[in-house]
């Protein structure tokens, strides 16, 4: 259920480097429970876009507001294959002051990934490495949550999952937005915007069961 609120409040961000404009003026309201989607090709400036999100890059021009704790799930995940999984659940409880794992473990079996606690990450696949991504990404409870390429090394099954676990962070009032270079099952999410050239868009939905730039 959605408030009319934005929790996430972007507003004519730009951003330029020295061949020229990434983000041209882009605006977007993110709001509780909502499932967005931006989609773009190689170079449209979703990762520039991203970066400033997390606050790890300042924008050139333009209003980012956040209202609420931000969780990201970064495409090259800030993982280390010598530990294990639970090692890095107990890194990330440090890290955000986690009284308990209940939350990390919930989400592990929700992925279908409860076996592999105790496993280093060298061995497992990556697929398995990009649940624990997305778990780390998850375990404080955020009210945001930001995916770059979340499908990245899934299998059919636990591509299911995920938009599983997608719908149950709406319904939880979580605004989750996915930024990939395709969009499938494109009529789950409540609005899909095109990133093209720096520039968002809004797409239309109707009739697409999966879209690719």
């Not at 010598?82 to 209940?102: C, I, K, N, T």
């Amino acid at each position: 259920m959605t408030s009319s609120q934005p929790v996430l409040r972007i507003r004519d961000v730009c951003k330029s480097y020295r061949r020229g404009p990434v983000l041209r003026g882009v605006s977007l309201d993110l709001l509780p429970g909502q499932l967005v989607g931006i989609v773009g090709e190689n170079g449209a400036g979703k990762s520039t876009l991203l970066r400033i999100l997390m606050g790890d890059l300042a924008p050139d021009a333009g209003v980012v507001e956040c209202h609420g704790v931000v969780g990201s799930c970064p495409q090259d995940a800030v993982l280390n294959g010598a530990y294990s999984v639970e090692q890095h659940l107990r890194f990330f409880q440090e890290a955000y002051g986690l009284d308990s794992l209940d939350r990390a473990f919930e989400l592990l079996e929700q992925l279908n990934c409860t076996g592999c606690r105790g496993e280093r990450l060298e061995v497992l696949s990556g697929g398995t490495r990009q649940k624990l991504n997305l778990v780390l990404a998850l375990m404080h409870d955020p009210r945001v949550l930001l995916l770059d390429e979340p499908y990245q090394g899934f299998d059919w099954e636990t591509y299911l999952r995920f938009w599983d676990l997608a719908g149950t962070l709406r319904d939880r009032g979580c605004a989750v937005l996915v930024v990939s270079h395709l969009a499938y099952d494109a009529a789950r999410l409540d609005t899909l915007y095109r990133l093209d050239a720096g520039v968002l868009s809004e797409m239309d939905r109707a009739g697409t069961g999966g879209v690719s730039v």
